[in-house]
């Protein structure tokens, strides 16, 4: 089964930017559309943008201009660019399956995620 490997995150100055990268271990990662997800302290998890086989991407609304979801499939890898930090972007940020967003019984194990901490 896929596993993933999130890693990027860190102590960050707001307005910097920040690029998350998620690795996953399977040989069929070209075949899946990715996502990434967000837990905010005290907050549900959300998820913040999509990726499809094809390259196609879509966003939530709240971070729509800021956020950028890549994926190089040579590499096993989907990455996540946030511009402009902010302390809204606080949170433990997760890879999964999209559908997971919906229904959990389309969630992958999650990974351990990474922790993204905007502060001055």
């Known amino acids: 089964q896929i596993q993933f490997a999130e890693s990027g995150g860190g102590l960050m100055q707001p307005g910097v930017s920040l690029r998350l990268s998620c690795l996953a271990d399977?040989?069929?990662?070209?075949?899946?559309?990715m996502g990434w997800f967000r837990q905010a302290p005290g907050k549900q998890r959300e998820m913040v943008a999509s990726?499809?086989?094809?390259?196609?991407?879509s966003y939530a609304d709240s971070v729509k201009g800021r956020l950028t979801i890549s994926r190089d499939n040579a590499k096993n890898t989907v990455y996540l660019q946030i511009d402009n930090l902010g302390p809204e972007d606080t949170a433990v940020y997760h890879c999964?399956?999209?559908?997971?967003?919906?229904?959990?019984?389309?969630?992958?194990?999650w990974g351990r995620g990474t922790q993204v901490t905007v502060s001055s």
């Open positions: 990726i499809t086989r094809s390259g196609l991407t």
């Open positions: 999964n399956a999209p559908l997971c967003a919906t229904d959990q019984d389309m969630c992958v194990p």
């Open positions: 399977g040989s069929r990662f070209s075949h899946y559309d």
